[in-house]
């Protein structure tokens, strides 16, 4: 067998990070002046040689370069098409390192903190503000919002994309430059110019992408991998028109230069004409999410097309069942020229940790389970040879793969009939208060006696140094329990005094406790493990490390009840229980795919609704499940929302209904974009909600009209996202505007979200002036 006739195996794009996290460390050492530029790029240039010389040695031949990037691959587009903001001061010619971080981070020192899986802060100084970050489709990866004016210019402005090509020739291999496309990129970006679709700078813009290719021709390049995962979003006829348009114009400026086009993260579905009738020379599809729209392209798409075959989960951390997809595969690869096939990951690797092999506290038959990025790769290669060379030539590794499936399948450690049997026993009681709103609320005013526009936060107070260094010791083993527990009493009772110090009527413990409000509750469920070494990235320099749900889920004892209890000991006013409800706890899991995500849910919810009882039966009267991550958990395509919504309602019900109707629930969302979900918030029928609304002047409560939210709302009046303290003049406009849209008996006065990533001294100013601001309104109504 000669190498020509080897299946090629791509890999799309890998982890950019460093197995060390080598990058974070060289760019915030960068950041606060400890190192120069010259030793970032050193650093980052030693990255990329180490990845495309491990992709080589094992096996990938389609080999991806310029899928590194120092902090976000949309980033540097931006730069690249030279579409820096006008407030960057940016002269032309090639983008400078301290302009690109300025874009990221805005210029001043940055006051984020944390690393909550999945959950940012962004900063917003007051000097030269960063640009907006958002989810990067329904991944948990954060993106630069593109920031495009309606008279946007565009010109070549980084030759990141063949410096790159350039330096692994250096190195002796031959990559496949990854560009993100022209169309993805425009309809990832927002305008200032209201009504503006940037969609409409496509013309100006393709010249640039048209001079890049001419130029990766020119320097050796053959392929080209160009990303489309809008093509996978439910689309306009003008969208793709304007793929059409687009294609047309890259292929024929340079048509030696083959275009690989990948779409990922679902199924191309009705935009799977448009894609196989672009002139390219091949086209990726993700096969993970979509296994069955390999027979229709398969059907439908010109045979002189190569087509990528996206077979590996490029999202998840599980190892593959190989000889599974030969058989899936082989009607259809039987019937295509096996020279325009190739293998490949679903999406991007960028999304997994990068070695298993790392993990070496894992348990081990649980590590028997997982693939990482380098795993998934020796995946990808056996897959390849035993299509191009048959199964005997990777009989072992094929035989290992199946094995290590069935012993998933039937392990005690994934399957736990108690839990099953649980969720079996399901009904509808389990989901419904045991009165309406209505009834509830005129119990738990009788029995709560709060004030009008009640005061609360939303659970955490600042996770100081000193509150960190604390846990870090005692992780590591230097600082006892005892004396652990000791410090977090101190903190949870200065913080409970000062509370009823500044005249709050419903305290939190502060959740000094908790290292993550996902983390914190996996640590204590049974179907949860935890690695080491395995960061993904979420956004620039800031990684997580999602637990990874393996098995049935079950709450062994109570999690949070000993903390509610020492805090509420300490006062006679109310203390909320305070919990993450089981979307948010889905959302920001590596979820096991051997079920069906919407019952794995269900697990954590009976977990969660546990607690909840526990909580209530300890004596907690009101009781917040936070649902942060509820909204990030919406289906790309409009047709699949309303399953998601029903399954994952009925979780936060599950979870919540369990208790009497003088318990108040209470559940709390990080963002302010309900117009879609709207009814499904409104069913959720939590006694109170909290959201965040104080940057948008309580305009996003527009969609809380008492028609369709009758419950009772806290809208955020503090942005804890910004170090500024808030005047009590400003707090009491934004209620004033918040009483425009809501009665006086469904408002709650409360800061935007949780305080963790705050100091105490912006939060102390601040919380004295919302409690002043809400007792001038009571003084006045
Ligand atoms: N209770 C959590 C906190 O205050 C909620 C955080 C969140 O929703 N992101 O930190
Ligand atoms: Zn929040």
Not at 358 to 383: C, G, H, P, Y
Not at 464 to 481: D, I, M, P
Not at 532 to 559: C, K, L
Request: proline share 6%; net charge negative.
């Amino acid at each position: 067998m000669t190498v020509s006739q080897q299946i090629p195996v791509a890999t799309l794009g890998v982890p950019r990070i460093g197995r060390r996290r080598e990058l974070k460390f060289a760019l915030e050492s960068y950041w606060s002046g400890k190192s120069s530029a010259a030793d970032l790029l050193t650093t980052a240039k030693a990255l990329r040689a180490a990845n495309w010389e491990e992709q080589r040695d094992r096996g990938v031949s389609k080999i991806p370069s310029n899928d590194f990037s120092l902090y976000d691959h949309v980033l540097d587009t931006v730069a690249m098409v030279g579409a820096v903001p006008p407030r960057y001061a940016w002269n032309g010619g090639e983008v400078p390192l301290d302009i690109y971080f300025a874009m990221a981070r805005g210029n001043q020192g940055q006051t984020e903190n944390g690393g909550q899986a999945g959950h940012i802060h962004a900063a917003h100084g007051p000097s030269l503000t960063a640009m907006e970050m958002t989810k990067w489709f329904d991944t948990n990866y954060h993106y630069i919002v593109p920031e495009l004016d309606d008279d946007q210019a565009f010109t070549l402005s980084s030759t990141k994309p063949v410096d790159h090509f350039l330096e692994a020739k250096a190195l002796g291999i031959h990559t496949r430059p990854v560009l993100l496309g022209p169309v993805t990129f425009l309809k990832m970006a927002k305008s200032p110019a209201e009504g503006f679709d940037p969609l409409a700078l496509l013309p100006r813009l393709l010249p640039v992408y048209e001079q890049l290719l001419r130029r990766l021709k020119l320097s050796g390049a053959d392929w080209v991998q160009i990303d489309e995962p809008a093509l996978v979003l439910d689309l306009s006829p003008n969208d793709r028109a304007a793929f059409e348009f687009a294609y047309g114009l890259l292929s024929k400026a340079t048509p030696e230069l083959k275009i690989m086009l990948a779409t990922y993260f679902g199924p191309l579905g009705d935009n799977l004409e448009t894609a196989i009738s672009l002139p390219i020379a091949g086209l990726h599809i993700d096969l993970v999410p979509a296994p069955e729209q390999l027979e229709t392209v398969g059907r439908h798409a010109p045979k002189d097309l190569v087509l990528s075959l996206g077979l590996i989960d490029g999202r998840n951390v599980w190892r593959a069942n190989l000889p599974a997809i030969l058989d899936r595969i082989k009607p259809i690869v039987a019937g295509w020229p096996l020279d325009r096939v190739e293998i490949a990951p679903s999406c991007s690797m960028l999304h997994v940790p990068i070695d298993l092999r790392m993990e070496t506290a894992l348990d081990a038959n649980i590590r028997s389970w997982l693939a990482f990025a380098a795993q998934k790769t020796d995946e990808l290669v056996v897959l390849a040879r035993a299509l191009s060379e048959g199964r005997d030539a990777v009989a072992d590794a094929l035989t290992a793969s199946a094995e290590a499936a069935a012993a998933r399948g039937t392990s005690t450690k994934v399957h736990d009939p108690l839990v099953e049997g649980r969720i079996a026993g399901i009904n509808g009681s389990m989901k419904q208060r045991k009165s309406a709103f209505a009834e509830r609320s005129r119990v738990q005013a009788r029995t709560l006696d709060l004030p009008p526009f009640p005061t609360t936060t939303i659970g955490s107070f600042p996770q100081t140094r000193q509150v960190r260094k604390a846990r870090s010791a005692h992780a590591k083993g230097e600082l006892n329990y005892l004396d652990y527990e000791t410090f977090l009493k101190k903190e949870t009772e200065s913080a409970i005094r000062w509370q009823e110090e500044i005249g709050l009527d419903v305290l939190v413990h502060g959740e000094f406790e908790r290292n993550d409000m996902v983390q914190h509750f996996g640590e204590q469920l049974s179907g949860f493990a935890f690695t080491e070494h395995a960061w993904v990235q979420s956004y620039g320099s800031r990684y997580v490390r999602p637990p990874i749900i393996f098995g049935d889920v079950s709450r062994p004892n109570p999690m949070t009840v000993r903390w509610w209890e020492f805090a509420q000991s300490l006062t006679q006013k109310p203390v909320k229980g305070m919990l993450t409800g089981p979307v948010t706890i889905l959302n920001w899991s590596f979820v096991r795919d051997d079920v069906p995500r919407s019952e794995v849910c269900r697990q954590i919810a009976l977990a969660i609704r546990d607690e909840v009882t526990d909580l209530e039966r300890s004596g907690a009267r009101m009781i917040q499940i936070d649902e942060a991550a509820f909204r990030e958990g919406l289906p790309l395509r409009k047709c699949d929302r309303e399953f998601y919504l029903d399954w994952a309602v009925e979780c936060f019900r599950l979870a919540s209904t369990g208790v009497q109707n003088a318990t108040q629930i209470h559940t709390h969302m990080c963002y302010s974009e309900f117009n879609e979900i709207i009814d499904a918030i409104a069913e959720l029928d939590a006694d109170v909600i909290s959201i965040e609304t104080s940057r948008s002047a309580m305009e996003l409560l527009d969609a809380f009209t008492s028609s369709k939210y009758p419950n009772q709302i806290g809208p955020g009046v503090y942005d804890i996202h910004s170090p500024r303290v808030p005047e009590v003049a400003e707090i009491s406009a934004l209620l004033l505007l918040a009483r425009e849209r809501l009665s006086d008996a469904q408002l709650w006065v409360n800061p935007d979200c949780g305080l963790k990533t705050r100091n105490w001294e912006e939060v102390r100013p601040a919380l004295v002036n919302m409690v002043a601001a809400a007792r001038a309104l009571r003084e006045r109504v």
